[in-house]
């Protein structure tokens, strides 16, 4: 019946190609975190009154994330070709596409970051300060915790862009639902490949929107 | 131990340089608890977050426990922060850990060792009177009981010296009458030394030895709170006095009163001090044949002793009266006699 419905699908090419999806959203994610957390702590502290103060670091940190967020994700993969080919030594693949995932998704991620930690109540950083607390106690006992349900939830969104980031990743070859979609599907005229891939990656996004969501609540104390 | 010489403090904003401290000079002593009282922007709030350096201040020597602050550096300052901790307005406790974590937190920085930690939270909670909520969120407590959590969580590293910022603010007043007596129990138990500002005067009167009051930056006076209530000097002063004690409002009534009981006499009682402990009253009418009727009283208890006013309506004969009136007298009440005539 299923095979009625869509004749030009090859199921385990589909299920591999959901895997390389899932993959490079997986490890992007997890480095996109981290990157945008170190960069998203730096342009808060680094802002006026707050532990590291200083003006130039904080414009430079700021103007790197504003350029890298402005640039279109497709013309970014096309201008970060030369440093994915040192980095990762070829452009095919799920492993190529991680450096412009990361460089175009991590930005943005810092900016969320900055919403949530400035989000944060100014007395109880004050109340830290004032038992004494040191900078890094107080990144990772107070800011992190106190702004954690936001930074889920930034994560999850950031996620979920990177879902539709590896989509366009796979048009120049990273391989994935994006590259059965666009090769597969659209290029040979087979809409139905082209439909099952969509279906596929909204049902992630769905898995990941759901999942996000149940820890922001969990976490969420207040 | 603390010790504040010529302390000012000036704020550069775009509009100008603003004056929130200025030549300030304040001795307070070990174990006493010590309020500031002024109007928002008196800068007491800038005054209580250079005793812990929270600010520093433009010029001036801030010494507490014989250690001169502005002059350490940031490792020495956090050291001398676990012993001079602080209360606020606003609890500022972390909605992200349980009470029993905020109060560990401290601990953790002071890095006490986990069994050690969880010994000490123990103490503190049933210190503050938290028993069984441990394990609560600061969400599921009423403002009384996370302002309990800020006291407990202030006193964790055994400070010398508590600061409140306005603690009691926030509270409705059967709460803020709570803490306060949580405070002088604090105080009394420990014999930590209690600096807080406000901007309410009952709170000096209840707890307080002393007090400073300020405006516009200065302290414009300072001594012991029975004696500023006796006795306010300044403008200011005698606004916060007649917070608890007003003084106007009781001559209208004493007019007022004269209409209402035209009969027998009435009599004006002032109590300071001691006297307000000894049972005048009842004396009075068992040693004379009279009718006392009670027709207004006002009675404020500060640290160092009460004070107060009583008005007494005497019938009966007149003699006797005046008899009555001189027997007062000899108790050493100040007596008036607001004449009916």
């Known amino acids: ?222 | 131990m603390i010790n504040l010489k010529n302390i000012s403090k000036k704020f550069n904003t775009k509009q100008g340089t603003i004056i929130a401290v200025e030549d300030v000079n304040l001795d307070i002593k070990k174990g006493e608890i010590f309020g500031i009282i002024g109007y928002s922007g008196a800068g007491k709030s800038t005054l209580i977050r250079l005793l812990n350096g929270l600010e520093k201040p433009t010029s001036g020597q801030i010494i507490v426990n014989s250690e001169d602050i502005t002059k350490i550096n940031e490792v020495k300052l956090r050291q001398v922060r676990q012993k001079v901790s602080m209360i606020f307005q606003h609890f500022n406790i972390l909605w992200s850990r349980t009470v029993a974590e905020n109060i560990a937190f401290p601990l953790e920085i002071a890095g006490v060792p986990k069994d050690q930690r969880l010994t000490r939270v123990n103490e503190l909670i049933e210190l503050v009177g938290l028993e069984g909520r441990g394990h609560y969120y600061p969400s599921q407590l009423s403002g009384g009981q996370k302002q309990r959590v800020g006291i407990a969580r202030a006193l964790a590293n055994r400070p010398e010296v508590l600061l409140c910022d306005e603690a009691t603010s926030a509270l409705d007043p059967e709460t803020t009458d709570s803490i306060l007596d949580l405070l002088v129990s604090i105080n009394a138990k420990l014999g930590l030394t209690i600096v807080l500002i406000t901007h309410e005067m009952q709170v000096i009167q209840k707890i307080c030895g002393r007090v400073a009051v300020m405006e516009k930056g200065r302290v414009v006076e300072e001594g012991k709170v029975l004696e500023v209530f006796q006795n306010p000097q300044q403008p200011i002063t005698k606004r916060f006095v007649s917070q608890v004690n007003d003084t106007n409002k009781a001559q209208q009534t004493i007019l007022h009163l004269k209409e209402l009981y035209p009969n027998g006499k009435l009599i004006k009682l002032k109590f300071v001090g001691e006297q307000t402990e000894q049972p005048i009253l009842s004396r009075l009418i068992k040693q004379f044949d009279l009718e006392v009727n009670i027709v207004q009283g006002n009675i404020s208890h500060t640290q160092n002793g009460a004070f107060g006013t009583l008005i007494l309506q005497l019938e009966g004969d007149a003699l006797l009266v005046d008899e009555a009136i001189r027997y007062i007298h000899e108790q050493k009440v100040i007596t008036e006699v607001i004449n009916n005539d």
């Open chain 1, 1 to 222: 019946m299923i095979n009625d419905l869509f004749p030009n699908v090859d199921w385990p090419k589909m299920w591999e190609a959901t895997l390389e999806t899932l993959y490079m959203t997986a490890v992007s994610t997890i480095l996109t975190a981290i990157i945008g957390l170190v960069l998203g702590l730096l342009l808060f502290l680094t802002s006026p009154h707050q532990a590291w103060a200083n003006k130039l670091a904080n414009w430079l940190t700021g103007a790197f994330v504003n350029i890298f967020r402005s640039i279109p994700f497709i013309i970014l993969i096309i201008l970060l070709i030369p440093l994915t080919k040192l980095l990762v030594g070829t452009m095919r693949g799920p492993n190529a596409a991680f450096p412009a995932l990361v460089i175009g998704a991590a930005p943005f991620y810092a900016r969320m970051v900055l919403i949530a930690l400035r989000e944060i109540d100014k007395g109880v950083l004050e109340a830290a300060k004032s038992m004494g607390a040191k900078t890094s106690t107080i990144i990772w006992k107070v800011l992190m915790p106190e702004s954690m349900p936001a930074l889920v939830s930034g994560i999850t969104v950031t996620a979920i862009s990177l879902v539709g980031y590896t989509a366009m990743a796979g048009i120049i070859g990273a391989g994935g639902l994006g590259t059965l979609a666009f090769l597969d599907g659209f290029q040979r005229g087979r809409t139905d490949v082209t439909f099952v891939a969509t279906i596929l990656i909204l049902i992630m996004v769905f898995i990941i929107q759901w999942i996000g969501d149940i820890i922001t609540t969990k976490i969420d104390k207040r």
